[in-house]
């Protein structure tokens, strides 16, 4: 397996180590319910080291992810300035989701997942070969995300009194630099905070530092019951190739108001134009159980399947996200363990910033 | 490694057995059992009442990563179960051998506590 330039830290901190495609990583320190509580309440970090960071750079790099994205760069008009998206096949298919950030009309930074790196690379690769444009993957840069409503003030603490300033004036999904630092307030738990990218022989003094402010070391267990309350989609499990954005409660993150040609486009077109067969909801399990992946949803509109499915510490029972027919509306039953539950169809987020969102209990 | 105390049996499948002289034992599952499978949410625990075979599955614990069920490490009859669990599914991840306790049972067959594992030769196989 690989190891981050945390490993030793993780170790350290009593983290119980798992396989995650091809990285070793905490699942937790302890309590992956604990380590939930304390990103909603205090601040909590994740290593993040494993994702893919890619720079396009050259006088093309505009025009190239123009092409090449479902969301429209042109929105992003200031240094920093970032936006989620997909990058979809032919098909309208997702091939990956993902965040770019525009920090100079020649330099682009994309944060791909690391379980699709290589089918990334491959295809940024093939598109970039009709544009004047370099693609260069950093592997040398690690990554820490610092997250929850205390996230902000604690990692200030660290930064001299010039860069704060900056970053406290600083919007949602923008970047700033400070020396090696980049520096992006973006994360994935719905909660405030920083991703922050820096030289992997780095990353432990960062680390370390934010232990000292009261940061608690989180791991994938929590990442993934944060995100799923958060709303956030895990691609390979809530969208894949197969699948367009718009069947994946991603039609949000499509930019199709004007004539932009991007890879994709006319396939979207084409579903909308037939008219859509399936969405992705949200469901919350009435009684007691747990939501997991792959269970078969009833509902009075036909079937579908849960695609995410977690326990929620912040409402006390399960939630999932599911794929059901257009028509699935307010209850279902979900076939957990040869017994079908009963559950509510709700619109994600169930959480937002730290409350439990209307209309989910 | 994980905690395996010495006064206690143990069962292939992680189950813990406290036995009491008077013919009654307490079950639970081992600590490396519940490191294995994380935060407990829910627990389903056999009513008084139940009997069961050695090697039923008889209770479930479902923690966030999967559910599980445990299984009678001998025959008997359910006369008692932890009613705690139901509001605090976490005491399995915090004292499995102790406040963490599943169920109680009257044993039809004390004999078979000599097919048990003792703590040596359960740590040998969990920790393989």
């Known amino acids: ?46 290593d993040v080291s494993h994702m893919t960071v890619v720079d396009i750079r050259g006088p093309q790099a505009r025009a190239f992810l123009s092409k090449l994205l479902a969301n429209d760069v042109a929105r992003l008009k200031s240094r920093g300035k970032a936006l989620y998206s997909c990058m979809l096949n032919e098909r309208g298919g997702v091939i990956d989701d993902l965040i770019t950030y525009c920090m100079a009309e020649d330099w682009f930074r994309m944060v791909v997942n690391a379980a699709t790196r290589d089918k990334d690379l491959a295809w940024l690769e093939r598109q970039a070969a009709e544009f004047s444009i370099a693609v260069t993957e950093h592997h040398e840069l690690a990554m820490i995300a610092v997250q929850g409503p205390q ?60 232990l000292g402010e009261g940061v608690k070391p989180c ?3 929590a990442r993934d019951t944060l995100r799923l309350e958060a709303g956030m989609n895990l691609y390979g499990q809530d969208m894949d190739d197969d699948v367009t954005p718009l069947e994946s409660g991603l039609a949000w993150t499509v930019a199709m108001k004007d004539e932009r040609s991007f890879i994709g486009r006319a396939a979207l077109e084409r579903q909308l134009a037939e008219g859509l067969r399936s969405k992705l909801v949200g469901l919350v399990l009435e009684g007691r159980g747990v939501l997991r992946p792959h269970q078969k949803v009833l509902t009075a509109a036909g079937e579908g399947t849960t ?46 910033n730290g409350e439990v969102c209307e209309g989910i209990l | 490694m994980s905690e395996i105390p010495s006064d206690l049996l143990y069962r292939e499948s992680h189950e813990w057995v406290r036995y009491d002289e008077d013919g009654t034992a307490t079950v639970g599952i081992s600590d490396h059992a519940q490191a294995q499978l994380g935060d407990m949410v829910f627990v389903e625990l056999p009513e008084p009442g139940m009997s069961y075979e050695q090697g039923d ?22 006369i008692e179960n932890n009613s705690a669990l139901e509001d605090s599914p976490e005491l399995v991840n915090s004292d499995p051998y102790g406040d963490g306790w599943l169920f109680r049972m009257q044993l039809s067959n004390p004999s078979e506590l000599d097919g048990l594992l003792n703590p040596e030769a359960y740590a040998e196989q969990a920790e393989s």
């Open chain 2, 57 to 78: 599955a008889c209770a479930v614990v479902e923690s966030v990563k999967a559910a599980s069920d445990v299984y009678a490490p001998l025959t008997g009859e359910v």
């Open chain 1, 307 to 352: 695609t995410s499915g977690s326990f929620s510490p912040t409402l006390q029972r399960a939630i999932a996200f599911a794929r059901v027919p257009v028509g699935a509306h307010e209850k279902c039953a979900v076939d957990v363990r040869g017994k079908e539950l009963p559950a509510r169809i709700v619109q994600p987020p169930f959480v937002r």
């Open chain 1, 219 to 221: 791991g994938l267990g």
């Open chain 1, 1 to 46: 397996m690989r190891r981050t330039p945390l490993y030793d830290a993780h170790l350290a901190a009593g983290a119980r180590m798992v396989d995650f495609v091809g990285w070793a990583l905490p699942i937790n320190y302890g309590s992956q319910i604990d380590e939930h509580h304390q990103v909603r309440t205090d601040a909590g970090m994740f």
């Open chain 1, 151 to 210: 996230a902000r003030g604690k990692a200030h603490a660290l930064l001299p009194a010039a860069v704060v300033d900056e970053l406290r004036a600083i919007k949602p999904f923008t970047a700033v630099e400070y020396g090696t630092m980049f520096i992006a307030r973006t994360g994935y738990t719905g909660e405030d905070g920083y991703e922050i990218m820096l030289p992997g022989d780095e990353a432990q003094k960062v680390w370390n530092a934010l």
